[in-house]
């Protein structure tokens, strides 16, 4: 399954901000990706908008208690506010769910 992760933070809290601990810091940039190995889980691909303090993952695992149990791991509910989706792929989207209605009648 795939889980998009949203990290929230403010400024005062933000992993450049002197308040957060350099432990915090090294296991979210230098070691998600191979602590994601050790929950069984991939980290696919990662964003951040700096500008507006957000963070986002998408995570292949098996359920969201094992995405949970990694970020948890990482420490990033330190200094963000952690939540945690399900999510599919547009083309997947397409496929299964749009895919069953009849475009052009709706509209």
Request: glycine content about 4%.
């Amino acid at each position: 399954m795939l889980f998009m992760v949203e990290l929230t933070h403010g400024p005062e809290t933000c992993i450049a901000a002197e308040s957060v601990p350099e432990s915090s810091r090294s296991r979210l940039l230098s070691e998600l990706t191979s602590l994601a190995v050790e929950y069984g889980a991939e980290i696919v691909g990662g964003w951040s908008f700096p500008v507006g303090h957000r963070l986002w993952y998408v995570v292949e695992a098996a359920d969201a208690h094992t995405v949970s149990s990694l970020f948890f791991a990482a420490q990033t509910h330190h200094w963000n506010t952690v939540e945690i989706n399900p999510v599919i792929d547009h083309e997947t989207f397409r496929r299964t769910i749009l895919n069953q209605f009849d475009i052009a009648a709706i509209a």
